[in-house]
């Protein structure tokens, strides 16, 4: 008897600001995969799972000082991303 299992993550961001409606949109998708095969003596039974969370936030700022905040925020937010997608490549 044995068992053998893998697991993937992808995180992928999309920011957009749209200057007409002075509105800043954030779309993150994050995908898990797992794989897990027990085997048996005489059988092996696999097991898959698959997890999509997707997270969507719209932000309107009201003036130039929530306008600066806004885009310290997105910009925070896209270097936490590149630094993860640095450090997947890194251990890859």
Same mark, same amino acid.
């Given at each position: 008897?044995?068992?053998? &299992?893998?697991?993937?993550?992808e995180?992928? $961001?999309?920011?957009?600001? %749209?200057?007409?409606q002075?509105?800043?949109? #954030?779309? #993150?998708l994050?995908? /898990?995969?797992?794989?897990? %095969?027990?085997?048996?003596?005489?059988?092996? @039974?696999? &097991?898959?799972? $698959?997890? /999509?969370? @997707?997270v969507?936030?719209? $932000?309107? $700022?009201?003036?130039?000082?929530?306008?600066?905040?806004?885009?310290?925020l997105?910009?925070?937010? #896209?270097?936490g /991303?590149l %630094?993860?997608?640095?450090? %997947?490549?890194v251990?890859?």
């Open positions: 008897m044995g068992w053998k &299992s893998a697991e993937s993550d995180r992928k $961001a999309m920011v957009k600001f %749209d200057e007409e002075g509105t800043y949109a #954030v779309l #993150v994050e995908r /898990l995969k797992s794989e897990r %095969d027990s085997k048996g003596t005489i059988f092996t @039974v696999p &097991s898959r799972t $698959a997890k /999509l969370r @997707v969507f936030r719209k $932000a309107r $700022a009201k003036n130039a000082a929530a306008r600066h905040k806004c885009q310290e997105v910009n925070r937010h #896209v270097q /991303l %630094d993860i997608a640095e450090l %997947d490549r251990f890859q």
